[in-house]
Structures are given as C-alpha cells and as structure tokens.
C-alpha cells in the first residue's frame, strides 16, 4: 500500500481481479461516446484517442494491456476517437489528499489522516451542491489519492467553462461575502441560468470553509497574508472559532489582521480543489475500478460516503500477498 505496483501485479489485478460489474452505471451508460487514454509505462497519459463499443471491448484491452494507468473523458462527443462534435461534459470537483494546503498530517505524499480529511472537504462540498444548489446526479469516486466530485446533471453538463468556474468559487468559498448586503449571494449577480439558480446563503458557506481550515491549521504552514504572529494569534484565539464567538474572535486579532485573514482563507478554499480540472471541458480522469499504480489502490466509486474507507475498501488483493 502506498508504493508502485509492478508490472507482475498489473497482471494479476486487471486478469484475476478486474470484473465489468466495477465500472459504474454512469460510466457503462454511453460508453462509446467517450475518450479513453492510457499510461503504460507511468510517465502520464500518452496513448490517447481510444474508443470502445462497449464495456467487453474494454475488458479484452485492460487484461492484455495491463496498462499503468487508466483514464476515461469527463466529455461526450459524436466523434471521440478525434474529440470532435462535443456534446456535453460533466462537471469535476478534484480533491488530491497531496495537495490540500492546510492538512493535520505531515507526510510527504498520502497517508491515513490526509485521505480522511480528503474525504470531510469532498463531503462538504456535495452537501453544499445538493443542499445550495440542487444539483442531484452526483457520483463520489475515490481516485487513489484523493476524491473526484463528478456531477451529471443534464443542465450543468452543456454549460461552458465561465459558468463552471463561478459555481467551483461560490462551493469553494472563493470569494470574500458582501457584508454590506444582509441578503447577499455571491458577488457575480449573473450566476443563473434556465433550470438553476443561486440561493441565499453564500456567507454560510464562506464560514463553514474558513472555520474548517483555521481549526486545521498546525501552525508551520506558510500562508500568504498570514505572518508569524498572525499565525500564532489565529491559533491562540481559535476557540472562540470552535465556539462560533466569530466577533470575539475578530476583536482579538484586530479589524485590519482579519481582513487579511479573510483574504487568505478566500485563497486557500480555491487552492483546496483543483480549478483547471473542474472548467476543462476535455479533462480526462482516471477511470473509476482501475488501479492508481504509484500507490497500488483501486480508483472506485464511493457507494456510503459515511463508512467508506480507502484503507479497508481500495485495497487490491495482491497488497495482502506481498511479503
């Protein structure tokens, strides 16, 4: 667990432990209307542009190729062999255990306490897309290091880029609220269209985040915006936080400091997902049952976002065989 997968084990998990019934519904369903790619050496996805008619024709592929790592579009297209004709895409909340910029652990890569706070920020943020905005067709899938948010909604997957990245900022808490305004969204008044519509509520979401990560926060972090003592002031005074005494907290770090404050935690809640995934219309992303060879764990969609844990759950069976 954790480490490369060799090419022995490759085999054993795509010819003895990779079955049709893993690939999700969502996946199945228009299959020939994706792209594919594949890494079979693990220097990133060079063999690009395949297709298949159907989930046989890609079994056949994976049990003789064995590939390092799978991936499929978040795209459809009329012509995906050359990416032509798109149709639709769905919308992707990417959330990398590794990269998350205020995080409890201190490990180099991906461990136990990182992929669990993975999982809490990927939970929150499907909250706040079912609960906010009523966005209903969401899939979980956790991806070896992290979480994919993949969203299918038929009137989000036709929308362009500038759309996405407004919902990505209003979920993330990417924007600092109007206080100026009691009834106030998100800044950008335009964020709607036919079948959605933004509600009220915006500076719940704002705090919720910001809460989070200033409760997280170990102290060494190197944050712009956030001086030393700054830091030391933010985790000395945190329990009025904890306590949501958010006033009291503000009168002890000062109006000005608070400000910036603000400002930090508006760009670390953006820095927590990946944007360049979310408004790429031709992303691809690694195909939900195949396996993350740098840290031999299964790619899956999550079915109980409450008990699934990757560590019992993503576990290939050659891990267990290793001496």
């Given at each position: 667990m954790f480490s490369k997968a060799t090419l022995k084990e490759r085999r054993q998990f795509y010819r003895?432990?990779?079955?049709i019934?893993?690939?999700?519904?969502?996946?199945?369903?228009?299959?020939?209307k994706r792209e594919f790619g594949f890494d079979h050496i693990g220097y990133g996805p060079n063999d690009r542009y395949k297709v298949f008619k159907g989930?046989?024709?890609l079994k056949k592929f994976l049990r003789y190729k064995t590939p390092f790592a799978a991936y499929i579009s978040v795209a459809f297209y009329n012509n995906p062999k050359k990416r032509q004709d798109w149709k639709k895409a769905e919308?992707?909340?990417?959330?990398?255990?590794?990269?998350?910029?205020?995080?409890?652990?201190?490990?180099?890569?991906?461990?136990?306490?990182?992929?669990?706070e993975s999982k809490e920020i990927a939970n929150s943020?499907?909250?706040d897309l079912e609960g906010n905005l009523g966005l209903k067709n969401i899939h979980l899938i956790y991806s070896g290091r992290g979480y994919h948010i993949r969203i299918l909604d038929e009137e989000i997957m036709k929308e362009g880029s500038q759309l996405r990245a407004e919902i990505l900022k209003y979920v993330a808490g990417a924007d600092i609220p109007n206080t100026q305004f009691s009834n106030a969204a998100i800044p950008n008044k335009s964020f709607n269209f036919e079948h959605f519509s933004i509600p009220i509520g915006y500076p719940k979401i704002f705090t919720k985040k910001t809460k989070y990560n200033i409760l997280h926060l170990q102290g060494n972090e190197e944050i712009e915006?956030?001086?030393?003592?700054?830091?030391?002031?933010?985790?000395?005074?945190r329990e009025y936080i904890e306590n949501d005494q958010w006033g009291l907290f503000k009168n002890k770090i000062g109006p000005r400091r608070y400000k910036n404050l603000t400002k930090a935690m508006a760009r670390i809640n953006l820095s927590t997902i990946d944007a360049k995934v979310s408004i790429d219309?031709?992303?691809?992303?690694?195909?939900?049952s195949s396996l993350h060879s740098k840290v031999s764990m299964k790619c899956m969609e999550v079915k109980n976002r409450e008990t699934f844990d990757p560590l019992k759950d993503a576990i290939p069976k050659f891990v267990f065989e290793r001496e």
């Open positions: 003895e432990e990779w079955s019934k893993d690939l999700p519904d969502f996946i199945v369903k228009e299959l020939p989930a046989q024709s919308f992707i909340f990417d959330v990398d255990a590794k990269d998350i910029p205020i995080r409890s652990c201190q490990c180099d890569g991906v461990c136990e306490i990182c992929l669990n943020l499907i909250d915006g956030i001086n030393k003592q700054l830091m030391k002031d933010i985790i000395k005074n219309l031709k992303r691809i992303l690694r195909l939900p």
